[in-house]
């Protein structure tokens, strides 16, 4: 009865800011290109599988790979095949279908495009809570099993560990043969508040103030989370070689900064080294300048400040 559960509740109409944007002031580098926002739908990232075998039980048909590959399909009909510059990009669980799905979005465009990857906030971290549960392995596990996502995951990964490990990007990053640009902050909300300090893991409150707002956390709790930029500079170690990816971490307490201008490209943007995001996204992909950006620790970038993202 919510459109996260039915097309029918959908927005008629969404607003294209940050990377969809078509004002060059605050998309300079892409806001000439046709633009395409595609739909969340099946809580898997696209990657369902209706044919999955489920032991003789009755499921529910999940279609999330078929109706990625309608909708590609429909847009190569609609001239997309032609295309000479293209890129896949999405935030969250969209930052994880970018990833998962973009070297199949590679191989249905013409070889002498230049196709890459965006991934925003999608590089989600296969850590423990703070009482030491493995929430976010065990939410990828029983997703895996419910929707058959396997299939769809990098089958080099599948073949060496249980599959809901692949859904970690950490774990099939290293496989993605198309370039790819990380965009993510250190101190992810999202990751943060479902991921390292659920509701479920604080049931004395002791982090209600410093799980909405980073501001709010004592010395203790700061340890925590720059504990947890720590793992994500650990995961995110072999990727700095790849010399064909990109990188945009910086230390913001953010999720989603490629889908809204004012994180995106404007006079406040959070910055690194003098560049917003856009500006280092655009350098990569025009292969202007390697990007690979990383921010200092926080609350030692003051563009941080300008965001309301709390």
Not at 79 to 85: I, L, Q, V, Y
């Amino acid at each position: 009865m919510t459109k996260l559960g039915s097309s029918n509740y959908f927005e008629q109409e969404v607003a294209f800011q940050g990377v969809l944007s078509t004002d060059p002031s605050q998309n300079p580098e892409f806001f000439n290109w046709n633009k395409v926002a595609v739909r969340y739908c099946d809580g898997a990232s696209f990657a369902g599988h209706p044919e999955a075998e489920f032991k003789n039980e009755t499921r529910l048909f999940f279609r999330g790979q078929l109706i990625w590959e309608a909708i590609i399909d429909e847009l190569l009909s609609m001239g997309m095949s032609d295309a000479k510059r293209a890129i896949l990009t999405g935030c969250s669980a969209g930052g994880l279908a970018t990833l998962i799905h973009c070297d199949y979005f590679r191989d249905h465009l013409p070889k002498d495009a230049s196709v890459k990857c965006v991934s925003d906030g999608g590089f989600f971290l296969n850590v423990p809570d703070v009482l030491g549960n493995p929430k976010m392995r065990s939410f990828y596990h029983d997703v895996v099993n419910l929707q058959g996502v396997g299939k769809s995951l990098d089958q080099k990964c599948v073949a060496k560990m249980e599959p809901s490990m692949c859904m970690f990007p950490h774990e099939f990053l290293k496989y993605i043969k198309t370039p790819v640009f990380l965009v993510n902050p250190a101190y992810d909300f999202w990751q943060i508040q479902n991921v390292l300090v659920p509701i479920s893991a604080d049931p004395d409150k002791r982090w209600a103030k410093c799980r909405l707002n980073i501001k709010d956390c004592d010395a203790a709790q700061m340890k925590v989370l720059q504990g947890f930029r720590s793992s994500l500079m650990d995961a995110i170690g072999e990727f700095h070689q790849n010399k064909d990816g990109g990188m945009f971490i910086d230390s913001c307490y953010a999720h989603c900064q490629t889908v809204m201008s004012v994180t995106w490209h404007s006079p406040t943007s959070t910055r690194i080294e003098n560049k917003t995001i856009a500006e280092s996204v655009g350098d990569w992909y025009f292969n202007r300048n390697p990007v690979k950006l990383i921010d200092c620790p926080y609350p030692c970038n003051p563009s941080c400040y300008n965001l309301n993202l709390t």
